[in-house]
């Protein structure tokens, strides 16, 4: 069995700053990418940033500037830390990752449960 869980959620106010986390845990062979994707109320889910296991990342236009994903590979675990914080940021965040179980030759993409980020105005 393999899991992620975030932590690091909560309420800021606007121009405030959050730091969230996301381990993976279990049976994991290796991981390729590991992202963040949020949810706000009333949307669909959007990519937010994703990283390789080489470090090569990738940003929506929104949060360009502002989020920087990381990741450890030794702990996998992956970070996300939000400055300057909008209320338009306000959604779950969810982190996902593909992770090759030991004794599997395949990728499956593995979803965190989510943590609330509200930024008020």
């Known amino acids: 069995q393999v899991q992620l869980v975030e932590s690091g959620g909560g309420l800021v106010q606007a121009g405030g700053s959050l730091r969230l986390s996301c381990a993976a845990s279990g049976s994991i062979g290796s991981i390729n990418v590991m992202g963040w994707y949020r949810q706000a109320p009333g949307k669909q889910r959007e990519l937010v940033a994703d990283?390789?296991?080489?470090?090569?990342?990738n940003y929506t236009g929104s949060v360009k500037g502002r989020f920087t994903i990381s990741r450890d590979n030794a702990k996998n675990t992956v970070y996300l830390q939000m400055n300057s914080l909008k209320p338009e940021d306000t959604a779950v965040y969810y982190c996902n990752a593909d992770i090759r179980r030991w004794g599997s030759r395949r990728y499956l993409g593995v979803w965190g449960q989510g943590t609330l980020v509200t930024v008020s105005s």
């Open positions: 990283i390789t296991n080489g470090g090569s990342t």
